[in-house]
């Protein structure tokens, strides 16, 4: 049996890869949103020149992962910083260091932009994810309230 190590590439994301950012959001987040809404919203988030919306693609040319990254500056900080929105790995790519190489790819982004810090959240139970992050650096600062008004 041949031992599976794919090479990784990223590129921005284009119109055609809508159904994997759609099915990757779902995934994660446990629900199933409107395609004809979320397609709209995908389109809309690859026009905005401050989001950078990556795909992370192996030797074969299957797509691996995908992220979400929006550029934002804030009233309280002198220098932009970088939100991770979405961070999503195929499952059959999880233990061949894909997370590793698109998270890299986030950083020298980051870097390209000159933001000083990245932030990301993460969902309470995602304790895989939070070790992710903290193995990196990140450090838990806050936490975010939510409550549904509709």
């Known amino acids: 049996m041949t031992k599976f190590n794919p090479i990784y590439t990223v590129r921005k ?26 397609d709209s919203i995908f389109k809309s988030k690859l026009k905005i020149k401050s989001n950078q919306l990556l795909v992370l693609i192996d ?7 995908c992220a979400i990254v929006e550029f934002r500056t804030a009233i309280t900080e002198v220098f932009p910083f970088c939100e991770i929105q979405l961070f ?5 790519y999880r233990k061949y260091l894909a997370a590793e190489v698109l998270y890299q790819e986030i950083e020298l982004v980051a870097g390209t932009k000159n933001c000083f810090k990245i932030s990301v959240s993460s969902l309470l139970n995602a304790t895989i994810n939070q070790r992710f992050y903290t193995k990196r650096g990140f450090k838990l600062v806050k936490k975010t309230y939510l409550k549904t008004v509709l």
């Open 13 to 38: 994301a284009t119109l055609s890869d809508v159904m994997f950012f759609y099915e990757s959001i779902n995934t994660t987040a446990d629900l199933t949103l409107n395609i004809n809404d979320f």
């Open 59 to 65: 030797q074969q040319g299957n797509i691996a992962g």
């Open 88 to 92: 999503y790995i195929h499952p059959k």
